[in-house]
């Protein structure tokens, strides 16, 4: 059945028990999301079965705006799927993927999901898409290093953060996310964030010694891949970017491979998805 957060104000503290078994360390990612500003129950649509009044199992849905193929539109983001190990095989997840599906038939025509285990989501109708990450061709000296650690328990960095979010252009045309924040707070409220002041973004990066791959860039305008990399400190060698390279880095070879968001994980897609012959990857803070 569809739960209410709103009309059943413990399902949330039931549903974190049964979420933190399975997945453990996910009530502290969103306790993390919540101090930020972006509380799980602000996105999140539960669908549950309840044994004793315990939350035996789950199936969340997100309501995802996304730009695809060039154009926006919101998806149905499957995520959070969950069953009590002393629950299992009794049709509860069956039952619950089969509200999500029909909820979603005219509201939310595609849906995505990310999993190690594409076959528990196939008889569904989900199927997987490929994705690549991208590797670019720039070696650069060290450069002015200004960038800064956000502070998220600094309120002003917080707010920061958010408007950033909500005003921010996609950093892909062909598969790129705008306006969202519980997700990327979910995602990201536990790593590094980089600032810089002069360009006004965000950036979710890893820079290895001399290699960086860089996640996303949140901010109303994207800056030039060279403007970015030379606020980086240190000398680069080598550049990679985890989502489709249109905006950034046109030049950039594409390597097909799992993506690793806490693991291997394959996208999957139900519905109409209109990027057919380009290569492109959901950027790690919209991974659900």
């Known amino acids: 059945m569809q739960g209410s957060f709103a009309d059943d104000p413990g399902l949330l503290d039931r549903l974190m028990d049964l979420l933190d078994l399975v997945f ?18 602000s996105v999140s649509t539960p669908f549950i079965a309840v044994d004793g009044g315990c939350v035996v199992s789950h199936v969340g849905l997100i309501e995802l705006p996304l730009v695809v193929d060039g154009r926006s539109e919101i998806v149905g983001a499957v995520h959070g799927v969950a069953t009590h190990p002393d629950h ?8 619950l993927m089969e509200e999500i599906v029909d909820s979603c038939a005219d509201r939310l025509p595609t849906q995505v999901l990310t999993t190690e285990h ?4 196939t008889p569904f109708g989900f199927r997987v898409v490929p994705e690549h990450l991208f590797t670019v061709p720039r070696r650069r000296p060290a450069g002015a290093g200004n960038l800064r650690l956000l502070d ?18 996609p950093v892909s045309r062909r598969l790129g996310v705008v306006r969202e924040h519980g997700v990327f707070c979910f995602n990201e409220g536990r790593r590094s964030l980089h600032y810089a002041p002069d360009l006004d973004v965000v950036l979710c990066l890893e820079q290895d010694n001399e290699a960086v791959t860089l996640y996303d860039v949140v901010g109303s305008e994207l800056p030039t891949l060279d403007a ?4 980086l400190p240190g000398p680069i060698s080598s550049v990679t970017l985890a989502f489709a390279p249109d905006r950034l880095a046109p030049d950039a070879t594409p ?31 919209a991974r659900t």
């Open 24 to 41: 453990p360390g996910l009530r502290r990612g969103a306790a993390r999301a919540r101090t930020l500003g972006a509380p799980w129950e």
């Open 88 to 95: 299992r095989r009794r049709g509860h997840y069956r039952r």
């Open 118 to 121: 594409p076959e528990y989501f």
């Open 152 to 169: 998220l328990d600094d309120s002003a960095d917080v707010a920061l953060l958010h408007r950033l979010l909500e005003g921010r252009v």
């Open 228 to 231: 970015l990399l030379d606020r």
């Open 255 to 285: 390597v097909p491979g799992l993506f690793d968001h806490d693991g291997p994980s394959y996208l999957m897609v139900r519905g109409p998805f209109p990027i057919k012959n380009e290569p492109f990857a959901l950027p790690r803070p």
